[in-house]
């Protein structure tokens, strides 16, 4: 079966799966999002898009951006990178402190909240106008140039980051944090509120599926290496808690966040996002795992 008959027929089949989740309401900006929303999109390194539903409303991709934020600074790190932040997965919730305490402040991986400020506060201090420089790499990324930040999203979030700013401070006591902590919240929850669609969330993740180039300008963002590293990450801590139930559902590397989007890589083919803003238990998207376990199992491929 091809991608479009495949992607329609899951379209269909999960068309009227609501009711299932809840719309993530800690950031009360997102709980005011239409629960009932469903798209998926799919670009292939041919240069071929597939879409069914909604992939044209934008959404804040949140911790989807994680992604791109650790591909800008593992370019400059390198194997630093593991002197601040871990590369296994946490079995504990996305913005748990749990285990912060007993780590000494090197959170567990770059994909927790933990992680994901260490990564944006050496962001901050790499990069000269961070988040322009974030907006200027997914820009390129996707080819769409008129992509932005959602304002309202970010305050909201900014506004009531009380455990995020306690991760924050927790990270800098133990000396893993280099810049002010509001500064590093507010880079953050731009980056979480950058506002995007199916169809660019898929486009802009193909360099994932194609050794670290984007397919339509050659232009090489990462390395294999280094493409093959998030890969791994993104399969083995992409989904928090939940990681090791994507891997054995849907058998790809995936990135969730708590706007309901969830992308996942086949390398060397493809890759789908699919956005449905109602959540499981874990912050992850209800309906999207269960449209990518679809996928894979329909087309017969993963990587396993
Ligand atoms: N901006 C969200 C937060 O920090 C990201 C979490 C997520 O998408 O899983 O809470």
Known sequence: MQYKEIIERIYKELEDYTGHGKVADYIPALSKVNPEHFGISVATLDGDH????????????????????????????????WEIVGREPSGT?????????????IPRNPFINAGALVITDRLISLYKNPKEDILT?????SGNRDLNYNKDVALSEIEHSYRNLALANFVKSFGNLVNDPVKVIDTYCHHCALSMNAYE?????????NGGIVSTSGQRVCGSRSAKRLNALMLTCGLYNESGDFAYRVG?????????????????KLSIAV??????????????IEALERFTTYLGISVF
């Open 50 to 81: 597939f879409s069914a539903g909604d992939v044209e409303t934008r959404f804040t991709i949140q911790s989807i951006s994680k992604v791109f934020t650790l591909a800008m600074v593992s370019r400059h790190l390198g194997d630093k990178l």
């Open 93 to 105: 919730a996305f913005n748990s402190l749990i285990q912060l305490e007993q780590e000494r402040g």
């Open 137 to 141: 790499f997914v820009r390129e990324l």
């Open 201 to 209: 969330l898929a486009t802009s993740f193909l360099f994932l599926a």
């Open 252 to 268: 790809l590397p995936g990135k969730s966040g708590v706007g309901g989007g969830v992308v996942a890589v086949i390398p060397g």
């Open 275 to 288: 956005w449905s803003p109602e959540l499981n238990k874990n912050g992850n998207s209800y309906r999207g």
